[in-house]
T-cell receptor, first 113, second 113 residues
Framework: SQQGEEDPQALSIQEGENATMNCSYK?????LQWYRQNSGRGLVHLIL?????REKHSGRLRVTLDTSKKSSSLLITASRAADTASYFC?????????????FGKGTLLTVNP | KAGVTQTPRYLIKTRGQQVTLSCSPI?????VSWYQQTPGQGLQFLFE???????NKGNFPGRFSGRQFSNSRSEMNVSTLELGDSALYLC????????????FGQGTRLTVV
């Protein structure tokens, strides 16, 4: 079963705008990760945030984590057409002992030139 | 450093047949995980191997099996194929399989007719 739900399911913006995607999850986690997938291809890791962190930055990416609300957000600033992809959050269980990632359903981001 | 390599990239099989998919992890990575991706169910965890031992298995029927070799390469097998097994099968590798980012291959697109 899916651990999380991304919101929105689809997002269409213009180049240069910011894109915000949200993820909610159900159980306590060890860490939360965001991945990008270009159409029908493998997933690319973007950023990992641990359960004791609240915010993390990497280039144009900013991730926040609110463990009390069991939610995370991914902000992509100054978007480019090349950012067009599906974005997934993934969690691993608290303690990290189940050796698997549980993915949300993803947000399809379209950046129009 | 070479990435995760999955072979073959595309497969077409007939119902009732069996199929074997292969995954070569990044050199030095000992954890290999498999995921099934379909439009309806999203990304679903199949199983995870570390040093030739299966540490976790997802909620899939016994027709789905896997193994890992001493060089960390992994294979998964699906017997008695059903139409619903049509999916993108993704392999991911990491150093120890928990609390860290995963590196995904490009996937094997399986079509069952």
């Amino acid at each position: 079963s899916q651990q999380g739900e991304e919101d929105p399911q689809a997002l269409s913006i213009q180049e240069g705008e910011n894109a915000t995607m949200n993820c909610s999850y159900k159980t306590s986690i060890n860490n939360l990760q965001w991945y990008r997938q270009n159409s029908g291809r493998g997933l690319v890791h973007l950023i990992l945030i641990r359960s004791n962190e609240r915010e993390k930055h990497s280039g144009r990416l900013r991730v926040t984590l609110d463990t009390s609300k069991k939610s995370s957000s991914l902000l992509i600033t100054a978007s480019r057409a090349a950012d067009t992809a599906s974005y997934f959050c993934a969690t691993d269980a608290e303690g990290g002992s189940n050796y698997k990632l549980t993915f949300g359903k993803g947000t399809l981001l379209t950046v129009n030139p | 450093k070479a990435g995760v390599t999955q072979t073959p990239r595309y497969l077409i099989k007939t119902r009732g047949q069996q199929v074997t998919l292969s995954c070569s992890p990044i050199s030095g990575h000992r954890s290999v995980s498999w995921y099934q991706q379909t439009p309806g169910q999203g990304l679903q965890f199949l199983f995870e191997y570390f040093s030739e031992t299966q540490r976790n298995k997802g909620n899939f029927p016994g027709r789905f099996s896997g193994r890992q070799f001493s060089n960390s390469r992994s294979e998964m097998n699906v017997s008695t194929l059903e139409l619903g097994d049509s999916a993108l099968y993704l392999c991911a590798s990491s150093l120890v399989g928990t609390g860290e980012k995963a590196f995904f291959g490009q996937g094997t697109r399986l079509t069952v007719v």
